[in-house]
């Protein structure tokens, strides 16, 4: 069974700080990993898909990054706007659908 | 660009009850998404659409059913709810491609319903 673990599950920053979040996976064959941000009330936000082990993507200050067992969203210099729960996805190459982890809720403190 | 539209936004209901919950697809895209996500938790998958048809489906129980118009908006029924189908429900489109129609996919506010 596919599964998707994210930690920590929630994270005070201070403003400037830098940090990582973690997205940990197990699938048979991985099709795709998706980083979504999720604002209280709303849907969630696509931030990135990484395909394949060594991938990178970046997007202001954030830098996605991806190996064969886990994936870390890099948070770089955050600001208070960037305050949010940060899910993860993962799509097997099976057919399979999507499964997300339960999210990591991110506080940047000014 | 029109983003995803979902209605109702709120919508309370009582056991045994019916619903059907309403989505537009953002313009260009011909997949559609349905996942319920539970306070606290992340988005679990119900079923996808693609052209009109049910493209792939997740753990969830027949009274949970679907369907997508020619225009590519989408409905969600849920008969006889239960206290546990509360949750918020969202509804995401695509233009499908390498991933699917799980790429990039734009999500609606979603519709917080509530089974008393």
Sequence with gaps: ?110 | ETGVTQSPTHLIKTRGQQVTLRCSSQSGHNTVSWYQQALGQGPQFIFQYYREEENGRGNFPPRFSGLQFPNYSSELNVNALELDDSALYLCASSRGGLAGGYNEQFFGPGTRLTVL
């Design chain 1, 1 to 110: 069974e596919d599964q998707v673990t994210q930690s920590p599950e929630a994270l005070r920053l201070q403003e400037g700080e830098s940090s990582s979040l973690n997205c940990s996976y197990t699938v048979s064959g991985l099709r795709g990993l998706f980083w979504y941000r999720q604002d209280p009330g709303k849907g969630p936000e696509f931030l990135f898909t990484l395909y394949s082990a060594g991938e990178e993507k970046e997007k202001e200050r954030l830098k996605a990054t991806l190996t064969k067992k886990e994936s870390f969203l890099h948070i770089t210099a955050p600001k208070p706007e960037d305050s949010a729960t940060y899910l993860c996805a993962v799509l097997n190459s099976g057919n399979t659908p999507l499964v997300f982890g339960k999210g990591t809720r991110l506080s940047v403190i000014a």
